[in-house]
């Protein structure tokens, strides 16, 4: 391939790792990854309601990596509640989960920036043969599509499976219970899914660029020694 065209794919890759390290850096700090509704089992059963009349008991939720807000739905009009997981939930939300996703968070735009950077240096500059060249490529852009995996993998498991979204609606309620009437991953979530499938795109691209994947070179330059020594 003209070297001309690999600088404008390694271009693209480039652009393409910035800005999913700033989307996930914008992600990080937003309320969009969880929107739902919640329903008040205890309003409703006190009064019997159904059909339209459950409306008056279903609040809202939405919340992020740090804090959110929901909107309490007893009968009498909402009421808003703002909070935080940091120190307020720590104690019912599973905070390892919660931690390990931050964490991931955190590697997946440093290495989304790392990643950025050498393929802006292989299109300009003259890339080495280990961690600057095709290897270090596949690997960064490995690295950062996986921690988008786990990001999505832990999420998906704290808030369906450990029931994120009904404990955070009963945190200091002593008298009702609010049960998840709706739930759905927001704008946020969908962030770091777009950036891992963009990492595996960066890896087709230095493919298409004419770079081998690193173990095939290896392989075939161990066959033709091979063939060789057998010559002799």
Not at 17 to 39: D, F, H, K, M
Not at 97 to 123: D, E, K, Q, R, Y
Not at 156 to 179: D, M
């Amino acid at each position: 391939m003209p070297a001309q065209q690999k600088k404008l794919i390694f271009c693209t890759a480039g652009v393409l790792s910035l800005a999913c390290a700033l989307g996930t850096a914008a992600a990080i700090g937003t309320q969009l990854w969880v929107r739902g509704t919640i329903l008040c089992t205890t309003g409703a059963l006190l009064v019997n309601a159904s059909g339209p009349e459950l409306h008056k008991f279903i609040g809202e939720i939405q919340y992020g990596l740090f804090s959110g807000q929901r909107v309490r739905q007893c009968g009498l009009g909402g009421r808003p509640f703002q909070f935080s997981f940091f120190p307020d939930l720590l104690k019912i939300i599973p905070a390892s989960i919660h931690v390990s996703v931050i964490l991931f968070c955190t590697v997946l735009i440093v290495f989304a920036l790392v990643g950025a950077g050498f393929f802006m240096f292989n299109a300009f500059g003259s890339p080495y043969e280990t961690l600057h060249g095709p290897v270090g490529l596949y690997l960064w852009s490995f690295i950062a599509c996986s921690c988008g995996c786990l990001i999505m993998i832990l999420f998906s498991s704290e808030v369906k499976i450990h029931h994120l979204s009904e404990k955070i609606a009963n945190f200091k309620e002593g008298t009702f219970t609010f049960k998840t009437h709706s739930e759905q991953f927001a704008n946020s979530f969908w962030t770091i899914l777009v950036c891992s499938l963009v990492h595996f795109l960066n890896a087709l691209l230095i493919r298409f660029a004419g770079f081998e994947f690193p173990f095939s070179k290896s392989k075939d330059s161990g066959t033709i020694t091979g063939a060789v020594d057998l010559m002799y």
